[in-house]
Nanobody, 115 residues
Framework: QVQLVESGGGLVQPGGSLRLSCAASGRTMAFKAMAWYRQSPGKQRELVAVLPAGGGPTYGEAAKGRFTISRNKAGNTVYLQMNDLKSEDTAVYLC?????????WGQGTQVTVSA
C-alpha cells in the first residue's frame, strides 16, 4: 500500500522561506509523477508544482520564480522549497502521486504566512 506523508509546514513571516517534504512508502517506482497542490478555505484546489518521473518540473502561476520542486535520488521523497512567501500562500499543501490512471494524496501540511 502506497502512502504519502507531508511535513515541514508552519507559521512564517511574509518574505520568509519554508521547505516542505513528502515521503512516500510502498511501490514508489510506479509513480508517473509527484506533485504539490494547495487548498485554502473557500477556494478550489490549486496546482503548485508537478515533477514527472524522468521529466522537468511544471509550476502553477503563483509558484513561478519563488518555489522549486525537487526529488531525492531514490525517487521516494519530493520537496517543495518556497521562498519569498506571501500571505496569499497561506493554505494546506498536499502531496500527490500519480500511479497508472489513479492518484493518491497525503493528508496535507498547513502553511500560514503572517506577520
Amino acid at each position: 500500500q502506497v502512502q504519502l506523508v507531508e511535513s515541514g509546514g508552519g507559521l512564517v513571516q511574509p518574505g520568509g522561506s519554508l521547505r516542505l517534504s513528502c515521503a512516500a512508502s510502498g511501490r514508489t517506482m510506479a509513480f508517473k509523477a509527484m506533485a504539490w497542490y494547495r487548498q485554502s478555505p473557500g477556494k478550489q484546489r490549486e496546482l503548485v508544482a508537478v515533477l514527472p518521473a524522468g521529466g522537468g518540473p511544471t509550476y502553477g502561476e503563483a509558484a513561478k520564480g519563488r518555489f522549486t520542486i525537487s526529488r531525492n535520488k531514490a525517487g521516494n521523497t519530493v520537496y517543495l522549497q518556497m521562498n519569498d512567501l506571501k500571505s496569499e500562500d497561506t493554505a494546506v499543501y498536499l502531496c500527490s502521486a500519480a500511479i497508472g490512471a489513479s492518484s493518491i494524496w497525503g493528508q496535507g501540511t498547513q502553511v500560514t504566512v503572517s506577520a
